[in-house]
C-alpha cells in the first residue's frame, strides 16, 4: 500500500506512481492507481486489464472493475475504487439493493442488465429512482466476465 500525496480525486499529467499500486483511506477502503481513459467522469464504471489500461465499462466488457474517483481522461493518471462503499454513475431507475451490471450507458450500470454483462461483487445500495447520476455501491473487488462462470 502506498501513502497519498494529494487527494484520492488528483488527476495526474504525469504518472506519479507506479501503475496498480493500492492505498485505503482511513474508512477502509481499497483504491488502485491506473491509466485514464476518454469520457471518464467522477463515478465512471472502468474495466482494467494486466497492464492497468483502462475501458469505460461496456456491454460484451470482462475484467476486473474500478470507480473513477476523478476525472481520469485519455493520457492522465488516477485512483480508481475497488473496494468499500463508493459513489458510482447508476442509470435511473435502479431498485435499491440491486445486483447491477452495464446497462445502456458506457461507464453506467443498472439492474436492468443482460445476464452477460452481470458484475460480481457489487450491489447498489441506493434507488435511482429520482433519475440518471451518483449514487452508493457497495464493492467487493468487482469483476465482469461476458456471461462466463466466476
Known amino acids: 500500500m502506498v501513502q497519498l500525496v494529494a487527494p484520492l480525486s488528483t488527476v495526474d499529467t504525469i504518472a506519479q506512481y507506479t501503475l496498480g499500486s493500492r492505498t485505503m483511506d482511513k474508512s477502509g ?7 485514464g481513459v476518454a ?7 472502468v474495466t482494467f486489464d494486466e497492464l492497468y489500461i483502462t475501458a469505460l465499462l ?3 466488457a470482462k475484467g476486473p472493475l474500478g470507480v473513477s474517483m476523478g476525472i481520469n481522461v485519455a493520457s492522465r493518471y488516477g485512483w480508481y475504487q475497488i473496494y468499500g462503499s463508493a459513489e458510482a454513475c447508476v442509470i435511473t431507475t435502479t431498485a435499491a439493493d440491486s445486483i447491477v451490471g452495464f446497462e445502456t450507458t458506457s461507464g453506467y450500470v443498472g439492474d436492468g442488465k443482460a ?4 458484475i460480481y ?26 456471461g462466463a462462470v466466476v
Open 121 to 146: 461483487g457489487a450491489i447498489c445500495r441506493d434507488s435511482s429512482a429520482a433519475g440518471t447520476g451518483v449514487y452508493t455501491v457497495q464493492l467487493y473487488y468487482p469483476m465482469v466476465a461476458n
Open 39 to 45: 469520457s471518464t467522469i467522477v463515478g465512471s464504471w
Open 58 to 60: 461496456v456491454s460484451g
Open 29 to 35: 477502503n481499497e483504491y488502485i492507481y491506473l491509466t
Open 115 to 118: 445476464a452477460a454483462d452481470t
